[in-house]
């Protein structure tokens, strides 16, 4: 089956080491195809495309590190830490470029800022070309590979999840959310969500009390789109910094000011909202 992860049964209570062999693999080819895109053109699409299946890869990384008796054996190379780190810089630039240069959403006149930013943007370009590397990339998998653990069960599984789960209770329960916050319970909630979807391929079915079942996977993916937009607004107010302002002209400044202010009202919307949708889903006070 060479759309899905894994080939086996359906009625099964364990993963083969086969078949965690399979799934990195599986990973490693999609990162794999968003190279000569991003080389050729670092366009958003498979930057966003590359990050994805990084974020996946971590995911199942760390659930499969709960079987090992070295859990740091299991942690994303450095390398490949690093190459995600650069693209994020690279998507962040991309995006506020897309907002304060976008005539048809933004009609100030940024051209000493938005000069700023694409001069930042071609710096991680250049930086991210000597990084991207597909026979390092390939040495990663085989790392990974050789280092996975004999079989996967639901006990494991089912610990994953409640751990996740847990790490949000926790951060619900003290009532103080703080972006580094909501970001964690970004990180968390898309973990569940990657291992969610790899565990429910074709070929290898979780026992329903193990993952997400279809109406929280729908709940967990709209929180995960309403946390991403609060990350990248977060992001775009850390360019719009008074610091970053020194070499921008006075009208530019107090436009970038303006701009400043009306995102921060959005943020705070977002946030008030994000906050409802978080402790008003069942799976946390059921678990918890």
Request: proline letters at 3%; a positive charge; charged letters at 30%.
């Given at each position: 089956?060479?759309?899905?992860?894994?080939?086996?049964?359906?009625?099964?209570?364990?993963?083969?080491?086969?078949?965690?062999?399979?799934?990195?693999?599986?990973?490693?080819?999609?990162?794999?195809?968003?190279?000569?895109?991003?080389?050729?053109?670092?366009?958003?699409d498979s930057i966003h495309k590359f990050r994805v299946q990084i974020k996946k890869l971590r995911a199942f990384l760390r659930l499969l590190s709960y079987e090992m008796e070295e859990p740091k054996d299991l942690k994303l190379p450095k390398s490949l830490k690093k190459i995600y780190t650069v693209t994020g810089a690279v998507r962040s630039l991309q995006l506020q470029l897309l907002q304060t240069n976008n005539p048809s959403k933004n009609d100030n006149d940024l051209t000493q800022y938005n000069q700023q930013l694409s001069n930042d943007l071609n710096s991680r370009i250049v930086e991210l070309k000597t990084l991207i590397d597909e026979k390092i990339i390939l040495g990663k998998e085989k790392k990974n590979i050789s280092k996975i653990p004999e079989n996967i069960d639901d006990s494991v599984i089912a610990k994953f999840y409640q751990l996740k789960i847990n790490s949000i209770n926790s951060i619900i329960?003290?009532?103080?959310?703080?972006?580094?916050?909501?970001?964690?319970?970004?990180?968390?909630?898309?973990?569940?969500?990657?291992?969610?979807?790899?565990?429910?391929?074709?070929?290898?079915?979780?026992?329903?009390?193990?993952?997400?079942?279809?109406?929280?996977?729908?709940?967990?993916?709209?929180?995960?789109?309403?946390?991403?937009?609060?990350?990248?607004?977060?992001?775009?107010?850390?360019?719009?910094?008074?610091?970053?302002?020194?070499?921008?002209?006075?009208?530019?400044?107090q436009k970038l000011e303006s701009i400043r202010s009306a995102w921060n009202l959005r943020k705070k919307k977002l946030k008030a909202d994000l906050i409802n949708s978080i402790t008003a889903w069942p799976v946390f006070r059921k678990n918890g």
């Open positions: 089956m060479k759309s899905g992860y894994v080939t086996s049964s359906v009625n099964k209570t364990n993963m083969t080491k086969h078949e965690i062999v399979h799934i990195i693999k599986v990973i490693f080819r999609q990162i794999k195809k968003t190279i000569p895109s991003i080389v050729k053109h670092f366009d958003q329960e003290k009532k103080k959310f703080s972006d580094e916050e909501i970001h964690s319970i970004r990180k968390l909630i898309k973990d569940m969500i990657y291992v969610s979807k790899i565990l429910h391929e074709p070929g290898f079915q979780l026992a329903q009390n193990n993952a997400f079942k279809e109406e929280d996977q729908s709940i967990a993916e709209k929180i995960a789109q309403e946390l991403g937009e609060y990350n990248d607004i977060s992001s775009g107010l850390r360019f719009l910094m008074p610091e970053g302002f020194n070499k921008i002209n006075p009208d530019e400044k």
